[in-house]
């Protein structure tokens, strides 16, 4: 009874002010008879506790706030098949809205820059190699033609002939000898402007099927080529041909052996030369294949495509001649045999090749400096994105493209940290001269095969930046600028240019062409521009989170986030998981009603496009998300349409539309809007825009409304607005 009426002060306080039966107040009690020093390391290790508690309590703040500022931030999802111009378009967003934290990745960019033009060099070599390999025909076996590796010390297979990029017309576009799926183009200045693709003889292109076609019905054919391994030096390797000492010394059964690269080359030509052979004979020497080859198109007969399943009969294919029947004027001839005895002509006929190239020694030996940047380039890509770009290992999205091994493009995976990566290396690279390489050969001195030896000199050449102090040899900054002379000499020379075109190729229109700027880029001190940044062609796998806050504008402090996929097919599922969470979408769309899929060159470009729209706009996920679509690479549909190619060509339902870029912008552009209309779940804010993302100057006054709409739409779903 007492205890009832115990006060409750008086029954509980001693409890509480001991800790009696409080299990963690008593473990927090002090030790009966604790000495000094164990009661300052007590009061020590709980003051560390508690420290760690605290740290920990703010890092959930931290956490929370970053999870309620996300949920506010602003949300856009990159969408668009392969090439299409994401990448491209974030770049511009961040040069426009965040220009500092853009260009706070240049050293990183830089290097990607430079890859991508250690890549233009390493496309024009190999055409080269081709050209060469092509024009050496034994009359005995006219069709040899070995291929050849591309490095001394690591051959590079080289398929005969390459995938050509048929899929890839301007902007990407003809790399290689396959002509009769390249766009004829004009010529060219080579560093002129962009030449539109000429108009005749008109593209001969694999079949397109239905652009209605539902695009999960298509799977990715590997179009990439077979690949036959090397078995003969390349041209211009370290052989060099016989001198006519040597060669007028050697039995005719030895002579009879020798390749044509190593027969000594003919005498300056005489006063008045000899009438000029034909395209079938050399010196006199019957050559079966080598020059004015023709050939059809027969096995790539265009089909006609069709909005409305109706059934298309192929036009007539065409032959197109692809190779100039005749040498063109500036052209200097290959060194190529002197008549030998008459009685040994007939067994020498049969083994020696003849050369019909326009190619010389000098291109040869031009190669073979140039050489030490394949090596580069293969050691930095595979330090950078091992397992990415390691060719032998790698079985990705790029093994089925049409690039040719060892030209394949770089490729970075999302979050792998590859800015930081870089941005390490340069810096090493750039305050650290005295450094050892770190990727070389083995050899020590970065460089296959000892071609650059340490008194930087390469066969005897005196190479600036490299053993003389101005760099590190195994540095592309170093390397590029100790080869920028050759470099500029090579694709300024008028008989490369001459072969790239007979060839086909069109490296102008490639992604991260880069040569026409190699007097800027191949020096020591070279910085990228804004401009060079946003052209730089870095393919992207995975999704991208990029977060940056806006420096200007209406809202400036506001948290963006932008995603950005890798467009190939394979890459698309990965794209889903984001769909709930954005309030945006950029869907970019380059009308290439004239080009075909990289990953599947059956399939039409714009074909694939509408189809992935259609898909997008069904998505439930998405069914309130703005829709903002890019009708991107406005330039190459002009130059395109420029050229005289014919949309109805390619898209009968066309018809006799005029074939200019006001019909057939609005006659596509009626189509993605009729989709979206048609197959979206509900009615949904929807913009288009005409774009050349690659023109920084235009896009960003398009950001700059594509952003206030995205910012107000966004704005006025959460109530603030
Ligand atoms: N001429 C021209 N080139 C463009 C345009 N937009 C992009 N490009 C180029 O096209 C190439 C591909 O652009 P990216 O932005 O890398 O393409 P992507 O859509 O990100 O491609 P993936 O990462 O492979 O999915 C780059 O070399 C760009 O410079 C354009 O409007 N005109
Ligand atoms: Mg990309």
Redesign the pocket.
């Known amino acids: 009874m007492s205890i009832a009426t115990r006060p409750f002060h008086a029954n509980h306080a001693p409890f509480l002010e001991t800790g009696h039966d409080d299990p963690l107040a008593q473990a927090l009690q002090p030790p009966p008879n604790e000495s000094p020093d164990e009661r300052a390391l007590r009061e020590k290790l709980q003051s560390e506790a508690s420290m760690i508690s605290r740290a920990i309590d703010e890092d959930l703040q931290e956490a929370r706030k970053a999870f309620e500022r996300r949920k506010k931030a602003v949300k856009i999802l990159l969408l668009?098949q392969?090439?299409?111009?994401?990448?491209?378009?974030l770049k511009n967003f961040q040069l426009a809205f965040s220009p500092q934290h853009f260009r706070s990745e240049k050293l990183a960019w830089k290097t990607i820059i430079q890859l991508n033009l250690i890549r233009n060099i390493k496309q024009l070599l190999q055409a080269l190699e081709e050209e060469w390999n092509e024009s050496q025909t034994q009359p005995g076996n006219p069709g040899a033609s070995p291929a050849i590796p591309t490095t001394p010390s690591q051959p590079i297979p080289i398929s005969s002939p390459i995938p050509i990029a048929h899929n890839q017309v301007?902007?990407?576009a003809a790399r290689s000898v396959s002509p009769s799926r390249a766009l004829p183009v004009p010529s060219a200045s080579p560093r002129g402007p962009r030449a539109p693709p000429s108009a005749s003889p008109p593209p001969p292109q694999p079949p397109i099927h239905n652009i209605d076609v539902h695009m999960n019905g298509v799977n990715g054919a590997d179009s990439s080529p077979s690949t036959s391994p090397p078995d003969r030096p390349a041209f211009g390797m370290s052989a060099q041909p016989y001198s006519h000492r040597q060669y007028a010394g050697m039995s005719a059964k030895a002579r009879g052996k020798l390749p044509a690269y190593l027969v000594p080359p003919l005498p300056s030509p005489p006063a008045s030369p000899p009438a000029s052979p034909g395209p079938g004979s050399v010196n006199g020497h019957h050559l079966s294949a080598a020059n004015g080859v023709q050939m059809t198109n027969g096995s790539h007969s265009t089909t006609t495509v069709s909005f409305s399943h109706t059934a298309s009969r192929p036009p007539s294919t065409t032959t197109t001649p692809i190779h100039s029947p005749q040498p063109s004027p500036a052209v200097t001839p290959m060194p190529t045999l002197q008549k030998p005895p008459a009685g040994r002509e007939k067994s020498r006929e049969k083994s020696i090749r003849f050369s019909t190239s326009p190619l010389n020694d000098s291109h040869r030996r031009i190669r073979l400096r140039l050489l030490p940047l394949m090596a580069i380039e293969e050691e930095l890509t595979k330090k950078l994105f091992p397992e990415i770009n390691n060719r032998n290992s790698f079985s990705g999205p790029t093994s089925g493209t049409a690039f040719p091994p060892g030209i394949r493009e770089v490729c970075v995976r999302a979050g792998s940290g590859w800015k930081g990566v870089l941005s390490t290396i340069v810096n090493s690279q750039d305050t650290n001269v005295t450094n050892t390489n770190t990727y070389g050969n083995g050899n020590g001195n970065g460089y296959p095969n000892g071609i650059l030896k340490t008194n930087g000199t390469v066969n005897g050449k005196r190479r600036p930046g490299t053993a003389d102090g101005y760099g590190r040899k195994d540095d592309p900054t170093t390397v590029l600028s100790a080869c920028r002379e050759d470099i500029l000499q090579l694709w300024d020379d008028p008989v490369v240019q001459g072969v790239l075109k007979k060839r086909g190729v069109r490296l102008q229109d490639m992604?991260?062409f880069f040569l026409n700027d190699a007097s800027r880029i191949a020096q020591p001190n070279y910085e990228p521009s804004d401009d060079d940044i946003?052209?730089a062609?870095?393919?992207?796998l995975g999704v991208e989170e990029h977060r940056f806050t806006m420096e200007s504008g209406a809202y400036p402090g506001s948290e963006w986030y932008i995603y950005?996929?890798?467009?190939?097919r394979s890459?698309r599922p990965h794209w889903i998981p984001y769909f709930d969470d954005v309030q945006a979408i950029i869907f970019?769309a380059p009308l290439a009603f004239n080009l075909m899929l990289e990953e599947d060159s059956k399939v039409n470009r714009l074909e694939d496009s509408i189809s992935l729209w259609r898909q997008i706009c069904k998505n439930k996920l998405l069914e309130k998300t703005t829709m903002i679509l890019f009708l991107?690479?406005?330039?190459?549909l002009q130059a395109t349409l420029a050229a005289g190619i014919m949309v109805k060509r390619y898209v009968p339902s066309y018809g006799d539309l005029p074939n200019d870029v006001t019909h057939v912008v609005k006659y596509f552009r009626d189509k993605f809007r009729g989709y979206h209309k048609r197959d979206s779940p509900q009615q949904r804010p929807f913009y288009w825009h005409e774009?050349?993302?690659?023109d920084t100057r235009a896009t960003s006054i398009i950001l700059v409304g594509v952003r206030e709409g995205i910012l107000r739409a966004h704005l006025q779903s959460v109530n603030v607005i």
Not at 537 to 540: A, G, M
Not at 632 to 636: G, L, R, S, Y
């Open positions: 668009g392969a090439e299409s111009g994401k990448s491209t378009t301007n902007n990407h992604p991260g946003v052209r062609r870095l393919r992207t950005d996929v890798g467009g190939s890459m970019l991107n690479k406005m330039d190459i774009t050349s993302v690659i």
